[in-house]
């Protein structure tokens, strides 16, 4: 099972990019998104009308610590996914994109956080390719 966190949405700011981060979730064949920070109730419509779940988590941290998956932090402070990438095979797992700057108690209870480049990018590109290099491997 492949599940992804979108931490600290924020309705006027994030509408966009959160629809993105679920549709690319949706896309590349991940089983469910959730998200914190603001809840919004529109975005949570358009992603249902695509009979994709998701899921408002008030506290992302009573999840991740609650979560049986291997947590994936998607950073560009993080190692190199390609290395990573092949200890995931067949592992259940839940994947964090941040939108403001993610707050460092993420990265300790990630059990990896991976970077798909060093360079400013989208959360929405990190996770598909990282979710496209995972499906190869599988």
Not at 73 to 97: A, C, Q, R, S
């Amino acid at each position: 099972m492949i599940e992804v966190l979108r931490l600290s949405h924020r309705i006027r700011r994030d509408i966009r990019l959160s629809t993105h981060v679920a549709l690319t979730s949706r896309a590349f064949k991940a089983d469910k998104i959730y998200y914190s920070g603001q809840k919004d109730s529109s975005l949570e419509n358009s992603i249902k009308k695509l009979n994709f779940p998701i899921e408002y988590v008030k506290s992302p941290t009573k999840l991740i610590k609650e979560s049986k998956s291997t947590i994936i932090h998607l950073t560009m402070k993080g190692d190199d996914y390609k290395k990573i990438i092949p200890k995931l095979k067949n592992e259940n797992l839940l994947i964090i994109v941040g939108s403001e700057k993610v707050p460092v108690g993420f990265y300790k209870l990630a059990n990896y956080n991976i970077s798909v480049t060093k360079f400013p990018h989208s959360e929405a590109a990190a996770l598909a390719v990282f979710l496209e290099n995972l499906k190869n491997l599988k």
